[in-house]
């Protein structure tokens, strides 16, 4: 008999939808609600109708970590995300960059790019462990801090694919990695901000979403320019600067003999930039596939649209995004790593390292 009540007292009987009655070990005060039962922040997905925490304190949302709710999933896979990453950083610093030969510019590269990936991580554990808090005000707090993990994980994989891609041209690499880490700090201090959820906000979150999204376009068609389009121009200037009647045959020489080192540069740069391309942009293809699939969960809630109450506890949209995220991230750093070692291989094409041809 007082193993019984020692027993009814560590326990009770929770309401698991379909599941009907299953006792199930819980810290006291943690009760599981269905979609009618929880405060009207938390209803954001209807199709998912059972297994909501709500009305905790800060430490009972600690202590239902280990309690089987719609969010389960969602936090472990995002913990072990982060455990991921952190690993990965260990290997890198101690196996990966020493291997490539790598210098202090790799090492700070990587440093920051795995950073950026853990918070974000970090950041989507807190929410989803912390959105059952009773206070309103401190579930939005960690909505807008997982926003924040959102855009400095993605801005996190601008780092290494800028850095990599203008490689060989030092000024615009600086130009676009001071963008990308002004970019961070701004973002990340807007969407912690407290008013970052309201309605006054709602444009400006508009703005800040579409400006991480969009950014990777513009260095993206800036390289290809700079790599592509830019011989045509570099032959005009060269006319036009020795275009004189006086100097004409000089001038003509001296074309001829820069048009044929040019030519060579062109081509040494032709060839770098298309084994660039197509070691690199079938990478960056199946990341933004990657991408497209997870946000397309994100939005639809499916597949539990189709299947209302029956994907509470695994296989959820949400569930699903988590995974793709988690994944796109390592993909990205793979390869990362994968053109580190090619541009460390291969040396920099001489027409970025002639200034008379640039001129």
Not at 27 to 30: E, L, Q, T, V
Not at 192 to 197: E, F, G, R
Not at 212 to 218: F, Q
């Given at each position: 008999?007082?193993q019984?009540?020692k027993?009814h007292r560590?326990?009770?009987y929770i309401?698991?939808?379909s599941?009907?009655?299953?006792?199930?070990?819980v810290?006291?005060?943690?009760r599981?609600?269905?979609f009618?039962?929880?405060p009207?922040?938390l209803?954001?997905?209807?199709?998912?109708t059972?297994?909501?925490?709500a009305?905790l304190?800060?430490?009972?949302?600690?202590?239902?970590?280990?309690?089987?709710?719609?969010e389960?999933?969602?936090?472990?896979?995002h913990?072990?995300?982060?455990?991921?990453?952190?690993?990965?950083?260990v290997?890198d610093?101690?196996t990966v960059?020493?291997?490539?030969g790598?210098?202090r510019?790799?090492y700070?590269?990587?440093?920051?790019?795995?950073?950026?990936?853990?918070?974000c991580?970090?950041?989507?554990?807190g929410?989803?462990l912390?959105?059952?808090?009773?206070?309103?005000?401190?579930?939005h707090?960690?909505l807008?801090l997982?926003y924040a993990?959102?855009?400095?994980?993605i801005l996190?994989c601008?780092?290494?694919g800028?850095?990599?891609?203008f490689?060989?041209n030092?000024?615009?690499r600086?130009?676009?990695?001071v963008i990308?880490?002004?970019?961070i700090?701004?973002?990340?201090?807007?969407q912690?901000?407290?008013?970052?959820?309201s309605?006054?906000?709602q444009?400006?979150?508009?703005?800040?979403f579409?400006s991480?999204?969009?950014?990777?376009?513009?260095p993206?068609?800036?390289?290809?320019?700079?790599n592509g389009g830019?011989?045509?121009?570099?032959?005009?200037?060269?006319?036009?600067?020795c275009?004189?009647i006086?100097t004409?045959m000089?001038?003509?020489?001296r074309?001829?003999n820069a048009?044929?080192t040019?030519?060579?540069?062109?081509?040494?740069?032709?060839e770098?930039?298309?084994?660039?391309?197509?070691?690199?942009?079938?990478r960056?293809?199946?990341?933004?596939l990657i991408a497209g699939?997870?946000f397309?969960?994100?939005?639809?809630?499916?597949?539990?649209r189709?299947?209302?109450?029956?994907l509470?506890?695994?296989?959820?949209?949400?569930?699903v995004?988590?995974?793709?995220?988690?994944?796109l991230?390592?993909?990205?750093?793979?390869?990362?790593?994968y053109?580190?070692k090619?541009r460390?291989?291969?040396?920099c094409?001489?027409?970025?390292t002639q200034p008379?041809?640039?001129?």
């Open positions: 008999m007082p019984k009540l027993l560590s326990s009770h309401e698991l939808g599941y009907q009655y299953w006792p199930v070990l810290p006291r005060g943690i599981l609600y269905t009618e039962q929880i009207l922040f209803k954001e997905n209807p199709y998912i059972d297994g909501y925490r009305h304190t800060s430490k009972l949302c600690l202590k239902s970590i280990f309690v089987l709710s719609n389960t999933v969602n936090i472990w896979t913990l072990l995300g982060f455990l991921l990453f952190f690993l990965l950083g290997n610093m101690s960059l020493p291997a490539s790598a210098n510019e790799d700070v590269i990587y440093c920051i790019g795995l950073f950026c990936f853990q918070v991580m970090l950041c989507s554990v929410y989803h912390f959105s059952c808090h009773r206070s309103e005000k401190t579930c707090r960690w807008a997982d993990g959102i855009s400095v994980g996190g601008y780092i290494p800028v850095f990599y891609a490689y060989c030092i000024f615009w600086q130009v676009y990695l990308v880490l002004a970019l700090l701004a973002i990340f201090s807007a912690i901000h407290p008013h970052y959820l309605k006054e906000w444009h400006l979150r508009t703005v800040i579409c991480v999204a969009g950014y990777g376009v513009i993206a068609v800036h390289w290809v320019w700079l830019f011989s045509s121009a570099v032959v005009q200037v060269k006319l036009q600067n275009y004189t006086i004409k000089k001038c003509i020489q074309f001829i048009n044929i040019m030519q060579e540069n062109i081509l040494h740069r032709s770098v930039f298309l084994t660039v391309l197509q070691l690199f942009l079938p960056v293809i199946v990341m933004y699939a997870a397309l969960f994100y939005i639809s809630k499916i597949p539990e189709c299947f209302p109450g029956q509470n506890y695994l296989g959820a949209s949400h569930q995004w988590h995974v793709l995220v988690v994944f991230l390592y993909w990205w750093h793979q390869t990362a790593v053109i580190m090619f460390h291989s291969q040396p094409p001489p027409f970025y008379g041809l640039i001129d």
